[in-house]
């Protein structure tokens, strides 16, 4: 994984670019929980079971169906999360499935097994700059944890930091050609 945290960067990239009329608080605090989800699988090693099979640490929960299923769930409380339909589902998806996406971009452990059941194959993207994340909390407290949020720092959070910059230009740009000629 990239630690746990930084998967957060992602929803609220969204946020701080699309604004508070788009993605209410609610809706924020959901997707900051899905983007850490799919690591909820690392209780597979409890049960002994393998990292490298499909129930495993960045097997299934990894994947783009899972994201796709998941994120369908919460269409039906959208009015809870005072959000559109449309918008509760793209949120919550493009924050699941970027922890994958982040995932594979790290320099450790097994890939990531996005196009699972279709291909158990583990998969990384090409650019694998982040520094793999210890797994468990004591770890963090290290030289090497220290790399970790300092490898994060750079391509996570910055490069999340420019997506909000240009969602907001975006947005603002939009906004302004809708607003009547006088
Ligand atoms: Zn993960």
């Known amino acids: 994984m990239a630690s746990i945290i930084s998967h957060v960067a992602v929803p609220i990239s969204f946020r701080l670019g699309l604004g508070r009329e788009l993605i209410s608080v609610r809706l924020l605090r959901l997707a900051?929980?899905?983007?850490?989800?799919?690591?909820?699988d690392v209780i597979a090693f409890k049960f002994g079971i393998p990292y490298e099979s499909q129930w495993g640490h960045r097997g299934f929960s990894h994947s783009i169906l899972f994201a796709l299923i998941v994120s369908a769930l919460f269409i039906f409380f959208s009015k809870q999360l005072r959000a559109k339909p449309a918008t509760v589902y793209l949120i919550c998806f493009f924050s699941m499935i970027?922890?994958?996406?982040?995932d594979a971009m790290t320099n450790g452990g097994l890939g990531v097994a996005v196009?699972?059941?279709?291909?158990?194959?583990?998969?990384?993207?090409?650019?694998?700059?982040?520094?793999?994340?210890?797994i468990g909390a004591s770890a963090f407290l290290s030289q090497r944890g220290l790399e970790v949020l300092y490898s994060e720092l750079f391509y996570v959070w910055?490069?999340?930091?420019?997506?909000?910059?240009?969602?907001?230009?975006?947005?603002?740009?939009?906004?302004?050609?809708?607003?009547?000629?006088?």
């Open 32 to 40: 900051a929980f899905l983007s850490m989800v799919p690591d909820a």
């Open 98 to 102: 970027s922890h994958g996406l982040l």
């Open 115 to 134: 196009l699972w059941p279709f291909d158990n194959e583990r998969y990384f993207l090409p650019w694998n700059n982040i520094e793999v994340s210890p």
């Open 158 to 182: 910055l490069p999340c930091g420019i997506l909000a910059l240009l969602l907001f230009l975006v947005r603002h740009q939009m906004q302004k050609l809708r607003k009547p000629l006088h």
